[in-house]
């Protein structure tokens, strides 16, 4: 069984500052792994995904993530926080032959908050 | 391009009542299925399909049937709704790479 535990339910940072989001995942086969950002009254929308290539994976609006096979982790970052940042965002993990099948499995999600 | 479209966005429902969640994807995607988000858990995967004709269960199914007639449409049914089932759910289709979120359809069952 695979899970994902985001750490921290909420984060705030300073417009400018770097942003930290925290996403551990376990899971017994190659994982694929993803973060998705939600808007306020809004569906979920990717950020970014690793699939077995490069570690370091860039995404859209300046974020990334690197995958680290040895502490289980894929941390989403971006260096410099815009109040436009501001949501929810989700972790998930699939097996390698599961993402076409949508069965992924979300973290609990983290609340970021950008103060001005 | 409309993508993932569910209908109701909103709807209220008494214990007991039936409805059905429509959903519908115009990117000729095989994969569907149906999340639940709720407050602090993420969201939870109900069902999903593979392709037409095809479903199977997710991690939370109870309560809650699918059937997949055509490639566009995927309905969720609650056939005797609970207050356990209020929630917000989504629809999703996937190609290889990504899965596309629709917007989101906020049930309440009093």
């Known amino acids: 069984a695979q899970s994902v535990t985001q750490l921290g339910s909420h984060v705030s940072v300073s417009e400018g500052a770097l942003v930290l989001l925290r996403c551990n995942y376990s899971?017994?086969?190659?994982?694929?792994l993803f973060w998705y950002v939600q808007y306020p009254n809004q569906g979920l929308q990717l950020l970014l995904k690793?699939?077995?290539?490069?570690?370091l994976v860039k995404g859209i609006n300046g974020f990334e993530a690197e995958f680290k096979k040895s502490e289980t982790s894929f941390h989403l970052t971006k260096p410099s926080a815009h109040m436009s940042d501001a949501a929810e965002y989700f972790c998930?993990?699939?097996?390698?032959?599961?993402?076409?099948?949508?069965?992924?499995?979300f973290g609990q999600g983290t609340i970021l908050t950008v103060h001005p | 391009n409309a993508g993932v479209t569910q209908t109701p966005k909103f709807q209220v429902l008494k214990t007991g009542q039936s409805m059905t969640l429509q959903c519908a994807q115009d990117?000729?995607?095989?994969?569907m299925s149906w999340y639940r988000q709720d407050p602090g858990m993420g969201l939870r995967l109900i069902h999903y399909?593979?392709?037409?004709?095809?479903?199977d269960q997710g991690e939370v199914p109870n309560g809650y049937n699918v059937s997949r007639s055509t490639t566009e449409d995927f309905p969720l049914r609650l056939l005797s709704a609970a207050p356990s089932q209020t929630s917000v759910y989504f629809c999703a289709s996937a190609n290889t790479g990504e899965l596309f979120f629709g917007e989101g359809s906020r049930l309440t069952v009093l």
């Open positions: 990117m000729n995607h095989e994969y």
């Open positions: 399909s593979v392709g037409a004709g095809i479903t």
């Open positions: 998930a993990v699939s097996d390698a032959g599961g993402t076409s099948y949508g069965k992924l499995t």
């Open positions: 690793y699939t077995s290539a490069a570690t």
């Open positions: 899971s017994s086969v190659p994982p694929y």
